[in-house]
């Protein structure tokens, strides 16, 4: 397909370019040394064990939210659905404050990340029980929205009653997400739930291809609706839970990539499935690179500049519909 090269090339070169941003100032030829034979001193530690995660998580995270908003919009043929739409970022968040509100996360490293994805383990189990395991499109999102909501009022409540301010500010910065301060230990933890998510998710191309025709067609074509279902939950709970865990909450990749990439592919969920993986790759490497350069001495939040980006889009899209629908 002639877009999945176009983006891979750019996601290949912003990979590269994130491995080469930061405040260390590091020339192009010692960075290199230092990533591939381990020999520089201090270089190797900042090119390892800082920047190597970062840009590694960065294209692990992209790709599990572009790709399950597209699996997500594929499923509920409706394209203002996005990844959290399930409940499963809002759980995984709360879990994530749980840990650090109760100090577990001090404890020890992998904490907060492993509480991030028993939230999004129950999240599952929760939306199996609420919508039912034959329950419709709508019974999905329903389940969904009162998870979330609930999730998202639990986690106000926490912060209400916090009486550690520090504390509070820790979960605040975290909720934004970010990229920052990541190890290998992060990525090892997170990649396997996301690989075994994202084979799921591209698994079910010609089944979404197929269910664009309607689910009783699609049925007629051989479609085992329950199975689709469950593979879309439990891959998207997969991804998503684990980007969660590791990266904080990063809002609108889900959401806007399928869109920009949707006019490209046809509008086949079958050929949106990749492209969206890579773009969402992609999205997250430029704006991971653009917090270090925008703000380096500020910290400036992943999740805050996707916002930023992405809200604008999103009101664009929906004057568009207006305009369409009037």
Do not use: C
Not at 73 to 81: D, E, S
């Amino acid at each position: 397909m002639k877009v999945l090269l176009p983006l891979g090339v750019v996601g290949a070169l912003l990979f590269a370019a994130s491995l080469l941003v930061g405040p260390a100032g590091l020339g192009l030829s010692e960075s290199l040394k230092a990533l591939l034979t381990g020999q520089g001193g201090a270089v190797v530690l900042v090119m390892q064990e800082i920047r190597l995660p970062r840009a590694l998580l960065g294209l692990m995270t992209g790709a599990a939210l572009g790709l399950s908003g597209a699996a997500m919009q594929g499923y509920l043929r409706n394209p203002l659905a996005e990844p959290g739409l399930i409940g499963v970022s809002a759980t995984a968040a709360l879990g994530a404050v749980l840990s650090l509100q109760t100090g577990l996360a001090g404890l020890f490293a992998l904490a907060l990340p492993l509480s991030a994805l028993a939230g999004a383990t129950v999240a599952v189990l929760l939306i199996l029980v609420l919508a039912g395991p034959r329950g419709g499109a709508l019974s999905l999102i329903l389940a969904g929205v009162a998870l979330s909501a609930l999730a998202a009022a639990l986690t106000s409540l926490v912060l209400n009653l916090s009486p550690n301010p520090f504390a509070a500010m820790e979960i605040v910065y975290w909720m934004m997400g970010s990229l920052a301060d990541r190890s290998m230990t992060h990525v090892w933890l997170a990649a396997p739930f996301m690989a075994v998510g994202l084979v799921m998710l591209l698994s079910l191309g010609r089944s979404l291809d197929a269910l664009t025709l309607g689910e009783d067609a699609a049925a007629s074509m051989g479609v085992n609706l329950t199975r689709l279902r469950l593979a879309v939950i439990f891959g998207t709970a997969l991804v998503v839970g684990a980007s969660v865990s590791v990266a904080g909450s990063i809002g609108f990749v889900g959401l806007v990539v399928p869109h920009v990439l949707r006019p490209f592919v046809g509008a086949r969920p079958s050929r949106l499935l990749p492209a969206a993986g890579l773009g969402g790759a992609a999205v997250v490497l430029a704006a991971d690179i653009a917090v270090r350069l925008i703000a380096p001495d500020q910290d400036l939040k992943l999740g805050v500049l996707t916002a930023l980006i992405g809200a604008p889009f999103f009101l664009h899209l929906i004057w568009r519909l207006r305009g369409e629908h009037a």
